[in-house]
T-cell receptor
Framework: GQNIDQPTEMTATEGAIVQINCTYQ??????LFWYQQHAGEAPTFLSY????GLEEKGRFSSFLSRSKGYSYLLLKELQMKDSASYLC??????????FGPGTRLSVLP | DAGVTQSPTHLIKTRGQHVTLRCSPI?????VSWYQQVLGQGPQFIFQ???????GRGNFPDRFSARQFPNYSSELNVNALLLGDSALYLC??????????????FGPGTRLTVL
């Protein structure tokens, strides 16, 4: 079966670091994507991992362990505008995305 | 360059009616995927089209159908609408989707309300 699991909600303080975890099980694996979605808007692409390890992109980093079916998104120096839902999505061999339920992050002053 | 565009932005229909949603991919992109996102949940995959052929189908009833045109734009059709079809319908485009892992870029979505 296909299953993506991530926490439903998280809260963090402005300027802090937050790690959003994601575990996945898919029929074949062709990459792990993270998207940011502000309320009422479309998802926007943040990062992509297909090999094990850490990919850094400014304040955002994403990590993948294929053997563990595990990924995390790390957000540093949190800003109020980072308050959004963060979607973990695994791509299967059919080039189809399986999305998790999303993690709603609230950044407090 | 224009991103993925979708029309209409919002739509209100009643149960039993039919709806057609439209999507234009990013210029040069040949693959279009459709997703349904119910409030508070992640997007659920409906269809993927590449070069006018269906390449993937999610777990949705036959009331849902789609097609892709020679210019790579796409339509999603839903017949016999149910209250549960109320959702944000997202279209995403990618450059090839053929044996290559491509990032999918999303359009703004069409918010469908079924009364």
């Amino acid at each position: 079966g296909q299953n993506i699991d991530q926490p439903t909600e998280m809260t963090a303080t402005e300027g802090a670091i937050v790690q959003i975890n994601c575990t996945y099980q898919t029929s074949g694996f062709n990459g792990l994507f993270w998207y940011q979605q502000h309320a009422g808007e479309a998802p926007t692409f943040l990062s992509y991992n297909v090999l094990d390890g850490l990919e850094e992109k400014g304040r955002f980093s994403s990590f993948l362990s294929r053997s563990k079916g595990y990924s995390y998104l790390l957000l540093k120096e949190l800003q109020m505008k980072d308050s959004a839902s963060y979607l973990c999505a695994a791509m299967d061999y059919g080039q189809n995305f399986v999305f998790g339920p999303g993690t709603r992050l609230s950044v407090l002053p | 360059d224009a991103g993925v565009t979708q029309s209409p932005t919002h739509l209100i229909k009643t149960r039993g009616q039919h709806v057609t949603l439209r999507c234009s991919p990013i210029s040069g992109h040949k693959s279009v995927s459709w997703y349904q996102q119910v409030l508070g949940q992640g997007p659920q995959f409906i269809f993927q089209y590449y070069e006018k052929e269906e390449r993937g189908r999610g777990n949705f009833p036959d009331r849902f159908s789609a097609r892709q045109f020679p210019n790579y734009s796409s339509e999603l059709n839903v017949n016999a609408l149910l209250l549960g079809d109320s959702a944000l319908y997202l279209c995403a485009s990618s450059s090839s989707g053929q044996g290559v892992t491509d990032t999918q870029y999303f359009g703004p979505g069409t918010r469908l309300t079924v009364l």
